[in-house]
């Protein structure tokens, strides 16, 4: 049993009976132990983990051995695999891909906050990252919580959010430059992708809402231009990363990370330069935000 804050700072109390949760941050993050996600688990498992997974919105496993096939048929307890935009997967299993940043390699893919492909129309619902190779020292990666940048905003800037859309690029300049040499070495044409959502949305299984905006990839509120929008985002993009909000994450080997891009966004800190890092990733297909 662990017990937690919520919203209103009262208890509450869950009692789990297949794993072991250990939440590492106020603000959001638990570590799961008592479970080896490389073998089939039956339901209750399963309920378990995702229940982990809506109120801690990123968790955690350690020490885990997995193959590509082994993490692709963990993240499919949870949801559907779904191809990640514009990157090739691995060959022997290509709804997993490969996210790696070299010895030589000065800029680290996707180094700047933001929730995972907001430019699709659906974008995704979750995340899995599995560290098969690490630094010796640094690469930890962030997270903020989205429940409670909304929550602390001002009623009156609530109100104002009511009704706006924001609208998300692929190729922003604090993103591109993360993405646009490896889409090239790959021999990947780089495309243009947008989409508009809802500047606040709610999420479809807790019914709490979230900022839904993201230095990386929103671009302007729809209807606005970019100048006139510039000024409300930049109070958006500074709020929602609030040390506050956030937790950090430093991996070992075998880690594996599971976020809700729906609720939380996430970080990864370049600091490890001279060093590999390797990483494989399953994204999960998500609704129409609303």
């Known amino acids: 049993m662990y017990k937690r804050l919520n919203k209103n700072n009262t208890a ?45 919105l990123v968790i955690f496993f350690r020490d885990q051995n997995l193959t590509p096939q082994q993490q692709l048929a963990f993240a499919e307890n949870f949801g559907q695999a779904m191809k990640y935009p514009q990157l090739k997967g691995l060959p022997e299993c290509p709804l997993v891909t490969a996210v790696i940043k070299l010895e030589h390699e000065r800029v680290n893919f996707g180094g700047v906050w933001h929730s995972d492909t907001t430019y699709l129309e659906h974008p995704p619902m979750a995340s899995l990252l599995y560290a098969v190779e690490v630094p010796p020292k640094g690469g930890d990666t962030l997270f903020a919580n989205q429940y409670l940048a909304y929550e602390t905003l001002s009623e009156d800037l609530k109100t104002q959010l009511t009704g706006l859309v924001g609208v998300s690029n692929s190729t922003k300049p604090e993103v591109a430059k993360t993405r646009e040499d490896r889409l090239r070495d790959d021999g990947v044409e780089v495309k243009v992708l947008h989409a508009t959502h809802p500047v606040a949305r709610t999420h479809p299984e807790t019914g709490r809402k979230s900022l839904y905006v993201n230095n990386a990839h929103t671009t302007q509120i729809e209807g606005w231009t970019e100048e006139e929008s510039r000024s409300l985002l930049i109070q958006l993009f500074e709020h929602q990363v609030k040390p506050e909000f956030t937790s950090r994450f430093s991996w070992g080997q075998g880690s594996l990370a599971f976020w809700d891009n729906r609720c939380a966004q996430h970080n990864p800190v ?21």
């Open 12 to 56: 509450v109390h869950h009692n789990y009976n297949h794993i072991n949760v250990h939440p590492i941050d106020g603000a959001l993050g638990a570590e799961i132990e008592g479970v080896d996600i490389s073998q089939p688990l039956d339901g209750e498992v399963i309920s378990e983990i995702r229940k982990a997974f809506l109120d801690h």
């Open 270 to 290: 370049n600091d490890y330069h001279g060093f590999r890092r390797i990483m494989h990733r399953v994204t999960l297909a998500g609704d129409k935000p609303c």
